[in-house]
């Protein structure tokens, strides 16, 4: 490079002004920031003047800043919300700081009064996991334990943020209380179709019957789907999958759901079903269905009877008549993005 | 039209396919007549479709391009009569033509509507049009319905169990809990997801799939789109692009949508469950203390603008904070300062529930490599703005662990995988403490258009990715970004 010089060019220097000019706005905000701090960290002035300020304060960088802050943090007889704001301001030090860490996760699980501190420290715990990987992995067991702690807090949502990074862990204790709240209605943690999720996971064969119960008798239509959705691997639910599918006053996107279900247990019976939904039934309502079911062929059908070359594809209908079907139903009345989709399925052959 | 020229981009020999594709870094590329009797005098320029790519032209110097011409046609070039195959090229370098003053690129909006047209210098009439692409990676939120179904095809066909191998899921593998340490935390962060992006670019381009017309489609100009998390997004988070959770967080599309077939697979999991299971809530609505408009749909809460805090950076604070390589890339968290990795990456992830908020399963979520794109997008502009560059790959203010990392039991900022000289993991196979226990992904994919890095890339290969400090076309990765060019140089 020594050899060249470079100049910056219109754009460059454009990009520089705009940054200028965003840097003096930065500047300003800066000011402002440092008078919102003062106020915020001023335990004599009203709360509402304080909580106004924690709005443009930022992170705190003065040593005395960050040491007021955290006072305020640890007084419990600051307002809840002004300890959550005290510590996000310092958020940054739990990322370097093993006893702030250690703070961060007994805030959480003692997720005092409404959970607005237990929130602002397991989102801190949570940009942990991400850029301190090595100290995070030093306190899994206690950072655990205090989502384990408050699953049962009042606080919606971060009762559903432990449990779902519970589950991802595959932990027993969630696992089980997800359960639960599935099996015992009236004492949920969290809506059936979020807990089924959740338990999505790490699914066991004995989620299944709650499943089964779920799909069957839903406490409301998300709930089913994601229920019917999570059947494939269960054998006893075969044939009400079959039946969902081929029912043709089941809710549409319950049949595709029960389709994605069943192929991964029966792979050639839910490519025949899709293909004689397509093809035998009827009306403008079921296009979006045909589109999706067309779309699942696409990248699934192909892999259905590729997996088992052994067996003897069931085969209601051939591929030859289904692709003349398809054709047909190209020129009749339709939604323009299922006949896209007829091409797309056309082509791929 | 074809009057026996031939014109060959990025491989000479002619044995690769898909090879006719350039960013804003100078690629090799010939010319020659096919059966010539005579010497012929011929001029290139841009003779591409209306609305497509357009190329600059720099003459060839003992193999390199002279940096210090570029223009928009190459006059005169001699093309010998030499039956000789091996002997008759000449040689000449292209780029796509980046607009200096406005900021704008003549990028591509689909595969080959770029041309080099080789004239008569004499007649100046037309004598061939070689069609290629200037392709680079594009803004999620302004592509075409074309660009983002092809995307969503070539994802969607790596998510699928293609027999003996499953290409998303190798990729969700190297990005597990048990390998977090190696990756993050330390300055090989963005280095590594710079070849972990481009691993996954170069699966897609090298994707092929059989049509019925006998025809093969190619997805060798798809690159991976970049959300910008600093502005709304609103075509991003739309049924028929990245979709939309209901009120369950689960993610919904249109019926014509790829992704309604997206699986999952997460980490450890070994039963593949089909359909639109993908999760992706918007995590903390109720938060009182950050409150999230619904209708601004591509903004995620954590990269909002307007407060300056570790939640909160803005792209202006992100480029501009620092200007060397180590507070930028981690901060200083002694002093509550947040780096790149921490802000606005780590805010951009928690924003939401499901996969993408935990670094062990983000990448079953395919919003996770438009959100590093963006990443990665950052650090080049760093790059690019900062005064002096941040190119050279010895140059602490580029990065700042030069050399060889040590040994180790676990991974640390001072072990191997985090310094220049180092190989990286899994590419290199190293499966030995501190490394990850598990490597047998295979090298780097590699590229018809570009050498470098080759199947086990170092670490300083990834800084001086396009080549602005080496001014060496060997050196060019084969991405770019539309909005931030290489800049061309002037003699001392």
New interface residues.
């Given amino acids: 490079?020594?050899?060249?010089?470079?100049?910056d060019?219109?754009?460059?220097k454009?990009?520089?002004n705009e940054?200028l000019e965003?840097?003096i706005t930065?500047a300003e905000?800066?000011k402002q920031?440092v008078n919102a701090r003062k106020i915020f960290l001023n335990t004599t002035k009203p709360i509402d003047e304080r909580l106004e300020a924690a709005?443009?304060?930022?992170?705190?960088?003065e040593p005395a800043d960050?040491k007021k802050a955290l006072a305020i943090f640890r007084d419990e007889n600051q307002p809840e919300?002004i300890r959550?704001?005290a510590f996000?301001?310092?958020?940054?030090?739990v990322?370097?700081?093993e006893a702030l860490m250690q703070d961060a996760i007994d805030a959480l699980k003692a997720g005092e009064g409404e959970g607005?501190i237990a929130?602002?420290a397991l989102?801190i715990l949570?940009?942990a996991?991400?850029?301190?990987?090595?100290m995070m992995?030093r306190h899994t067991a206690s950072f655990k334990d205090a989502l384990r702690t408050v699953v049962d807090h009042k606080n919606?949502?971060l009762r559903?943020?432990a449990l779902?990074?519970l589950a991802?862990e595959?932990d027993e204790f969630a696992q089980r209380r997800l359960l639960e709240s599935l099996e015992n209605k009236g004492e949920e943690l969290i809506?059936p179709?979020?807990a089924i999720?959740f338990l999505?996971?790490?699914?066991h064969a004995n989620y299944y019957p709650v499943l089964r119960q779920i799909a069957q008798n839903p406490p409301n239509q998300?709930a089913k789907r994601?229920a019917l959705?999570?059947l494939?691997?269960d054998v006893e639910s075969k044939d009400m999958l079959l039946e969902t599918v081929m029912n043709p006053e089941e809710d549409p996107e319950m049949r595709?759901?029960a389709v994605?279900?069943l192929?991964?247990q029966a792979p050639e019976l839910a490519v025949d079903s899709s293909k004689r939904i397509i093809i035998e039934e009827n009306g403008e309502h079921l296009d979006?269905?045909k589109?999706?079911l067309l779309?699942?062929l696409?990248?699934?059908e192909k892999?259905a009877t590729?997996d088992r070359p052994e067996n003897l594809f069931l085969e209601t209908v051939s591929a030859e008549s289904f692709n003349q079907e398809l054709q047909r139903l190209k020129v009749s009345p339709g939604s323009a993005?299922l006949k896209?989709?007829i091409d797309?399925y056309?082509?791929?052959? | 039209m074809n009057q026996g020229i031939i014109i060959r981009i990025n491989d000479r020999a002619g044995t690769k396919k898909h090879t006719d594709y350039v960013g804003w870094g100078p690629r090799p590329a010939w010319v020659r007549q096919i059966s010539p009797t005579s010497t012929l005098s011929v001029t290139l320029r841009n003779n591409g479709l209306l609305n497509g790519g357009r190329v600059t032209f720099f003459p060839s110097i003992n193999g390199r391009p002279d940096m210090l011409s570029p223009s928009n046609q190459l006059s005169n070039i001699t093309l010998p009569a030499s039956s000789d195959q091996e002997t008759n090229w000449v040689q000449f370098f292209i780029a796509g033509e980046f607009n200096q003053t406005t900021g704008r690129g003549a990028v591509s909006s689909r595969d080959k509507d770029t041309g080099v047209g080789v004239y008569d210098s004499s007649t100046n009439a037309l004598l061939y049009t070689k069609s290629l692409m200037v392709r680079v990676r594009k803004n999620a939120n302004r592509l075409t319905a074309t660009e983002r179904r092809d995307f969503l095809e070539a994802i969607m066909i790596l998510n699928t169990n293609q027999g003996v191998t499953f290409p998303w899921k190798n990729l969700q593998d190297m990005h597990l809990p048990t390998t977090s340490r190696e990756i993050h935390g330390r300055s090989c962060f963005l280095p590594w997801h710079r070849a972990y992006l481009l691993n996954l670019e170069r699966d897609i381009q090298a994707l092929e799939v059989s049509q019925s017309n006998g025809t093969v489609k190619s997805y060798a100009h798809v690159t991976i789109p970049y959300w910008d998390f600093f502005t709304t997004a609103q075509n991003m988070f739309t049924r028929d692009f990245l979709g939309f959770p209901d009120s369950a967080g689960v993610v919904q599309f249109n019926a014509s949508n790829p992704l309604i077939n997206w699986q999952t697979n997460l980490s450890g999991t070994d039963v593949v469950i089909l359909g639109p299971k993908l999760r992706r809530a918007h995590r903390l609505q109720n938060s009182s203390s950050f409150p999230w408009n619904p209708s601004n749909t591509g903004t995620p809460i954590f990269t909002l603008g307007g407060q300056w805090s570790t939640f909160t950076r803005t792209q202006n604070g992100t480029i501009n904070d620092y200007s060397d390589y180590r507070r930028f890339a981690l901060g200083v968290s002694s002093s509550n300062l947040p780096g790149l990795e921490t802000s606005p990456h780590g805010g951009a992830h928690v924003s939401w529930g499901g996969p993408i908020m935990r670094v062990g399963w983000s990448p079953a979520d395919p919003l996770f490599f438009m959100l590093h794109c963006n990443i990665d997008r950052l650090w080049t502009m760093w790059q690019w703005l900062t005064p002096g560059y941040r190119f050279n790959p010895s140059d602490t203010n580029s990065y700042d662990r030069q050399g060889f990392g040590g040994t180790g039991t676990v991974p640390s900022s001072s072990t191997k995988g985090n310094y220049t000289e180092d190989t990286l993991w899994p590419w290199d196979g190293d499966d030995q403490a501190p490394r990850p226990s598990q490597a047998n992904w295979g090298g780097l994919p590699a590229s018809p258009t570009v050498s470098a890095p080759g199947p086990i890339p170092r670490l300083k290969q990834m800084i001086d990715y396009h080549a602005q400090y080496s001014q060496n076309p060997a050196d060019h990765l084969g991405f770019d970004y539309e909005d931030i060019p290489l800049d061309y140089p002037r003699r001392n």
């Fill in positions: 490079m020594s050899e060249y010089t470079y100049q060019s219109e754009y460059k454009r990009l520089r940054v965003k840097s930065v905000q800066k920031a709005k443009s304060m930022g992170n705190f960088t960050i919300i959550s704001y996000s301001s310092v958020a940054g030090l990322l370097s700081d607005q929130l602002s989102r949570q940009l996991e991400i850029s301190s990987p090595d992995e919606k949502n559903s943020i779902e990074i991802m595959k809506e179709e979020v999720q999505a996971y790490d699914l998300i994601e959705r999570n494939g691997t595709h759901a994605t279900a192929i991964t979006e269905l589109t999706a779309n699942t696409v990248y699934t892999r590729s993005e896209e989709m797309i056309l082509n791929n052959r």
